[in-house]
């Protein structure tokens, strides 16, 4: 058998098998980025970050802009950490106070500062979980 035949026969088993393990990896993921939030929240350390460069998208039509932020912040041993490529979306109204130099506040692991979210909450999130969905029952 050719090797184009013996692919084409096995198609049917290597797609979903590929779907299957794209999928498996999203969850994983995931996972991790819980876990690393639930530590980051369970031993927190505030800190001001100062915004080193903003990066806005193109703004929806919901009034909802995904921006890629870049930050740094001293760490207790006083050199400086830069996080880099840390994507958010915020209204678009509040595209104005995400400028460069402007302080942000963070959420840091007391153990390991290194690992940090921004204290802000996504407004993607927060609109998800106000929304009412079809099935959802009217509260009286």
Known sequence: MEISTLILKSLHFLLP?????????IIIKDKKAEKKKKA???DPLYIDAELL????????QDGIVNI???????????EMMIQDNVLTAIETMDLF?????VSIPIIC???????NM????NVLEVRLENHKWPWQKKKQ
């Open 118 to 121: 921004l204290k802000m909450r």
């Open 97 to 101: 106070k995400f400028q460069k130099g």
């Open 17 to 25: 098998a590929g779907f299957v393990a794209i999928i498996i990896h």
């Open 40 to 42: 980051i929240l369970n």
């Open 53 to 60: 460069n903003v990066i806005p998208g193109t703004p929806s």
């Open 68 to 78: 890629t932020l870049k930050y740094q912040y001293p760490l207790p041993n006083g």
């Open 109 to 115: 692991l007391k153990s390991d500062p290194r690992q």
